[in-house]
């Protein structure tokens, strides 16, 4: 079920606020889990940049999915 996984990405990208919060959503073991990343991004109020050193160290734990990233100001 996809509903307790959305729920810790509304929890994270409102702890991030008011920067943009960003993840990936991967799939292990047969659930979506959701990987948090540091937004890397020189300004991350406006954008999001994901280290590469996440997408690989999360595509060895799970088939990844999905990409989150949160808009603030919206």
């Not at 993840?23 to 991004?41: E, H, I, M, Q, S």
């Not at 996440?54 to 088939?63: C, I, N, P, T």
């Amino acid at each position: 079920m996809i509903e307790p996984v959305l729920n810790e990405v509304i929890d994270y990208v409102n702890k991030q606020n008011p920067f943009e919060a960003c993840g990936f959503l991967g799939l292990r073991k047969g659930r979506v889990r959701f990987y948090p990343c540091a937004n890397g991004a020189a300004d991350p109020t406006q954008d999001f940049v994901i280290d590469p050193y996440d997408y690989r160290k999360v595509s060895k734990e799970a088939d990844i999915v999905g990409v989150i990233h949160s808009h603030p100001d919206e």
